[in-house]
């Protein structure tokens, strides 16, 4: 069956350093694979979106890229800020599939 | 531009009893997504309109759960009658036209069953 791993564990990084996220799947080849950001309480926001032949997309001071030989997606947030602190979700999607599948999410804590 | 809306943002009610939520997406979005959201867990999705045709419904428990989009825009969502599993958040997406496009959430509804 498809399977989306994110870390469970909470990563824990300086400010000013460099988060990198990692989102794997297995069993399904996805067309894109969305990001998006969860503040407790409130529904998920869209960061970005990247394609199957896409290697890597930016906007600001994030950075996602898609390898899909590893079967992998990494999120990257530069300069990191206590205001970055917030869970991450991965939604890889098949391009024939209607159905959005999210990972469960990271939580990232930027500490000052 | 109003963001998704929905209504109520908490709700308690015991098991046996009877929900539902209503969710009121974006303007001029045609697709529209249910998800229930696990404490620790990502949003799983119930039901998917597109339009007021259902796309898929495929992890949506019919024996209790129903949805509907009567008019292609507002939806309401219903929980009967409620089990303790379903105690979660339950959250409203829209889109422009189809899943590949960014969803908008909306606050989500916090439900408890007791």
């Known amino acids: 069956s498809q399977k989306i791993e994110q870390n469970s564990e909470a990563l824990n990084i300086q400010e000013g350093k460099t988060a990198t996220l990692t989102c794997n799947y297995t069993?399904?080849?996805?067309?894109?694979l969305q990001w998006y950001r969860q503040d407790p309480g409130r529904g998920p926001v869209f960061l970005l979106l990247i394609r199957e032949n896409e290697k890597e997309k930016r906007k600001e001071r994030l950075k996602v890229t898609f390898d899909t030989t590893l079967k992998q997606s990494l999120f990257h947030i530069t300069a990191s800020q206590p205001a970055d602190s917030a869970t991450y979700l991965c939604?890889?999607?098949?391009?024939?599939?209607?159905?959005?599948?999210f990972g469960r999410g990271t939580s990232l804590i930027v500490h000052p | 531009e109003a963001g998704v809306a929905q209504s109520p943002r908490y709700k308690i009610i015991e098991k046996r009893q009877s929900v539902a939520f209503w969710c009121n997406p974006i303007?001029?979005?045609?697709?529209l997504y249910w998800y229930q959201q696990i404490l620790g867990q990502g949003p799983k999705l119930l039901i998917q309109?597109?339009?007021?045709?259902?796309?898929?419904d495929s992890q949506l428990p019919k024996d209790r759960f129903s949805a509907e989009r009567l008019k292609g825009v507002d939806s309401t969502l219903k929980i009967q009658p409620a089990k303790l599993e379903d105690s979660a958040v339950y959250l409203c997406a829209s889109s422009l036209q189809g899943s590949y496009n960014e969803q908008f959430f909306g606050p989500g509804t916090r439900l408890t069953v007791l």
């Open positions: 303007s001029g979005h045609a697709t």
């Open positions: 939604a890889p999607q098949s391009g024939g599939s209607y159905i959005p599948t």
């Open positions: 309109f597109q339009n007021n045709g259902v796309v898929d």
């Open positions: 069993n399904y080849s996805p067309a894109y």
